[in-house]
């Protein structure tokens, strides 16, 4: 049953909250565990959705997945793999992309996969469309079949010569999972190397993987036979670290966020300073503060790593809205971002998007009529509201917005949240957030 948060703002949100394993890794990991031929051992594994989602694919897929009740470690064993019905892939899937990652170690490891019928899909068909075409790549037959598509490599998977137009992190994913087996070698151009694709790599080196990565984005991958089990801590997840790091700016609050690491979060942290926002970082974690005063606006540019985050750009753009003067934001990551805003707009915010490109460099989504430019004019006084939360990081920042405004919001929807951020209502309780939690009607 779906919940409702009401949320009565203004109060500063003060204290601590534990970040662990990223979002972005830990259901790949645990994916790559499929490509083993022993088991693996998973730690810091957060307790999202996305965690329930792999653990219920890859249980149906034969592989062998015990939790640790004290530590929350995943040992997930794939020797027993074997192929899962088409009906009951669908119905654990859901909305989640995940599916599309198990192909390659699929193929591998029984000779076969599936993917469910794109009709009622969410994905929708380009994304499916670019990860079929690498998998033709390496060799693989794809047959559209009733219920879905199935995958298969009669040969086996092929090491391939791949480039991609844009460095997309799951086209990357795919081929790292694809290519550790595959029969030679393979050279991807054009790949994305966020702090979570070197993680997962990483991975894959202790399974006995032979990766490179060189200095102009380029990946290379030597195939092997066999792989074995790994023995890995996740990092921590850099997106809700800045997330409540944006919280405390938007709240005029002070939360210490363990797990937080300045390493993967260096761009962030440099435009957070610019804000006017404070922080000290630790060894363990980071502070994140309202200093007092007023906050200064910025102009932002989204990009792939090592630039700013798309992830980071929507809890950014509540803080903006208490910016002194204009702010410009440019997504040039995803095409379709902005939509979040008009909740905002509808408690008080003064933001206008459009169409053309409001950055120094113009991107991919430039006369293409996307709506991927944001103007924000600030300071403006935030009032509560009703909102019903559409993505991920657009619902974590309605929530924060919602904390910060005058009077009282009724939040709907809350249960994506939970795919990313862990116990999240917890946290909020932990940090003094005056709110109630209620069923749906």
Known sequence: MSSVLTIRGGVPLTGRVTVRGAKNLVPKAMVAALLGNEPSVLRNVPEIKDVEVVTSLLQLHGVTVEKDPVTGDLTLDPTNAKTASHTAIDAHAGDSRIPILLCGPLIHAIGEAFIPDLGGCKIGDRPIDFHLDVLRQFGAVVEKRPGGIHIS????????????????????EQVLLSATRAEGIT??????TEPEI???????????????????????????QDLGGYNHRALSDRNESASWASAALVTRGDIFVQGATQRDMMTFLNTYRKVGGGMDIGDDGIR???????????????????????????PLIVALTQAEGV?????????NRFGFTDALIRMGANIQVHRECLGSVPCRFGQRNFLHSAVISGPTQLTGTNIDVPDLRGG???????????????????????????????????????????AAE
Do not use: C
Request: charged content about 20%.
């Open 327 to 335: 702010s410009i934001v440019h997504e040039t990551v995803y095409e």
């Open 396 to 438: 974590f920042s309605h929530l924060i917005a919602a904390l910060a405004a005058t009077g009282t919001s009724r939040v709907t929807g809350i249960d994506i949240i939970n795919r990313g951020y862990e116990r999240f209502t917890e946290k909020l309780a932990g940090l003094g957030a005056d709110f109630d939690i209620s």
């Open 187 to 192: 050279e991807l151009a054009g790949a994305a």
């Open 153 to 172: 490599a009669p040969q086996g998977l092929k090491g391939s010569k791949i480039s991609l137009p844009y460095p997309s992190v799951g086209a990357t």
């Open 198 to 224: 070197v993680d997962l790599i990483a991975v894959l080196q202790k399974m006995g993987a032979i990766i490179s990565v060189q200095t102009d984005r380029t990946i290379r991958i030597e195939g092997v």
């Open 288 to 314: 994140f503060y309202h200093r007092g005063g007023k906050l200064n606006p910025l102009v932002l540019e989204t990009d792939v790593h090592p630039g700013f985050m798309t992830d980071w750009q929507q």
